[in-house]
């Protein structure tokens, strides 16, 4: 980011990690899509709770515990307030698969029958997918997909002819694809969903980081993301659920903290979010997240957002120069998030991958966690650039000459060449 | 010139050998890299208890191909008793280039699929 853009050089200098050096070569890291980097203010604030005011949670009657507590669910609420929820509906997870997990079986196993659909798109991470599959296998469910059109994005016309069938009970989709970049209009397709009179899951890992996300706006019935993308600790998902389903649904994992009394016939459990969180909950992970969406904050979400389709913009636009690469998705910035999947003609992404890494440049090879989408594509890999607050135009230049360093090594001449 | 991406390695990766379908054959095996989702197949054809012929199918990357395509020459005329044998280090030798940790599937993967083929053990090569 620039000093205009609400950062200035000292973004770029928050991230100390980005100090490290690969081969006498400065680190060049393209792959936020997958975890982003740490800002100093987010290792500094869980190295001040584990070395200052680390005690368990929610029954330490001293002065420490006190701390802790206060630590935790201040978090909650920083967190909470980053996305425009509740904190009482606002459930730390251990990740977004969790938090979708926690979905499928505490509200799914209830509510989804046998002759019931549910609906997710082509393009869903297996996060988002595969919870789907094994709950309408064991339901006698049908899941059934919307498809993806060549451009990388969803109908919103097929979207109602599915939900005019009247079997759908949950509709199930990305905000952000992780493959094709794309930014649903999940606001619309909420409401379509709603207005069908089925419930809406949004998978926003790749959305939250990147763009302002109100969950009251998007009007899911549950919204995931995950920390260690947003600047982030591992170790640390968050689900936002309606207040109504959440009360009603029974408990996902049951165990300590997660009760309101116990006796040796049975136990009630506790209130909204701890009723979804069992055991000793990420504590420093939380403390860390609420440092990251306090630094996201601070530099302005609608800045950040400018910052990575700019970015992305200039990417496109560059790769445009390599010879035989092809990018998947919507053509236009303004349709994605920061990321950019491509192929190279003649070359496997995982070389692609392998030969920017000699020039310090981190991109990410493979089917991204989206093997569906990659047979839809035709394509059996990509290679895929995902920017960050600290990235600029330099080191996307730096990622365009590696692909014309990678061509030269694999002898190819020209677009053509296989 | 690069360690990796040596001349020879992206010869058999640009033109690789006994790759395609081999029709009848006696054997045959298909395999994934959960790392990149790559397949690789193979068909053997069988005479006497030795490969008499082999062809392997699907797409990966220049390391999975390339070793393959090596690989498939020695494997030609090899008794089964032998293929059971083979292991990781008899293809990393073969390969005769430094793979990382996260590309020795990409390197294996050719080994798996025939071991798979031929014996039904379809573990990673130790």
Partial sequence: MTAASGGGAGVRADFPILARQFGGRPLIYLDSGATSQKPQAVIDAVAAHLGERNANVHRGVYPLAQEADAAFEGARERIATFTGADPRTTIFTKNVT???????????????????????????????????????????????????????????????????????????????????????????????????????????????????????????????????????????????????????????????????????????????????????????????????????????????????????????????????????????????????????????????????????????????????LMRCLGVGATARASVGVYNDRADVDVLVSSLLAAREVFALDGPDEA | MDDLYRDYILEHYKRPQNFGELDPHDLEAMEHNPLCGDELGVHIRVKDDRIEDIRFHGHGCAISQASASIASEELKGMSLAEVGELDADWMIELLGIPVSATRRKCALLNLKVVRGAVTGDHAWPA
């Fill in chain 1, 98 to 372: 969790e938090a979708i997990n926690l979905v499928a079986y505490a509200w799914g196993r209830a509510n989804v029958h046998e002759g019931d659909a549910v609906l997710v798109t082509q393009m869903e991470h297996h996060a988002n997918l595969v919870p789907w599959q094994v709950l309408c296998r064991e339901r006698g469910a049908e899941l059934r997909y919307l498809e993806v059109d060549e451009r990388g994005e969803l109908s919103l016309d097929a979207l109602d002819a599915e939900l005019a069938r009247g079997d759908v009970r949950l509709a199930a989709f990305a905000h952000v694809s992780n493959v094709l970049g794309t930014i649903n209009p999940v606001a619309e397709m909420c409401a379509r969903v709603r207005a069908a009179g089925a419930m809406s899951l949004v998978d926003g890992a790749q959305a939250v980081p990147q763009m302002g996300v109100d969950v009251e706006q998007v009007g899911a019935d549950f919204y995931a993301w995950t920390g260690h993308k947003a600047l982030g600790p591992t170790g640390i998902g968050v689900l936002h659920g309606r207040r109504e389903l959440l009360e009603e649904m029974e408990p996902f994992l049951t165990g300590g903290d997660m009760i309101s009394s116990v006796d040796f016939e049975g136990a009630t459990w506790n209130e909204l979010p701890w009723k979804f969180e069992a055991g000793t909950p990420p504590v420093a992970e939380a403390v860390g997240l609420a440092a990251a969406v306090d630094y996201l904050s601070a530099l302005g979400m609608a800045r950040v957002r400018e910052h990575e389709r700019s970015l992305t913009a200039y990417m496109l636009k560059e790769f445009a120069r390599v010879p035989g690469l092809r990018v998947v998705g919507p053509p236009e910035a303004e349709h994605r998030g920061g990321l950019v999947s491509f192929t190279l003609q003649g070359i496997h992404p995982h070389d692609v991958a392998e030969l920017c890494s000699r020039e310090g440049v981190c991109i990410r090879a493979g089917h991204h966690c989206a093997q569906p």
